[in-house]
Nanobody, 125 residues
Framework: QVQLVESGGGLVQAGGSLRLSCAASGRTFSNYIMGWFRQAPGQERSFVAAITWSASSTYYADSVKGRFTVSGDKAKNTVHLQMTSLKPEDTAVYYC??????????????????WGQGTLVTVSS
């Protein structure tokens, strides 16, 4: 039993920053991959970033490399997504996610085991 609770979404101007947080409860995550997906209006949900909970290795979609940073706070059982240099095309509902296996498999939405409720990020030009 795992529950993910997200926070931090909002409205920001292009070039600005936001920090998303996702608190996990219900069990430990030592062997899990945690990360973020996003879904823009009228589009499919797509991979953004991930971190392996045990090794703290990070992975990013090409569209956000150099701008977004994913990190885990193991003491608080929380994963963060620090978003900088935001662009209007980053506008989407952002979903925290938990899964197992390789990072390649985790980038596929069908392989995600638990989803957060989503938080809306709107970037204005």
């Amino acid at each position: 039993q795992v529950q993910l609770v997200e926070s931090g979404g909002g409205l920001v101007q292009a070039g600005g920053s936001l920090r998303l947080s996702c608190a996990a409860s219900g069990r430990t995550f030592s062997n899990y991959i945690m990360g973020w997906f996003r879904q823009a209006p009228g589009q499919e949900r797509s991979f953004v970033a991930a971190i392996t909970w045990s090794a703290s290795s990070t992975y990013y979609a090409d569209s956000v490399k150099g701008r977004f940073t994913v990190s885990g706070d193991k003491a608080k059982n929380t994963v963060h997504l620090q978003m900088t240099s935001l662009k209007p095309e980053d506008t989407a509902v952002y979903y925290c996610a938990v899964g197992r296996g390789s990072t390649y498999w985790f980038t596929q939405t069908a392989n995600v085991e638990v989803w957060g409720q989503g938080t809306l990020v709107t970037v204005s030009s």
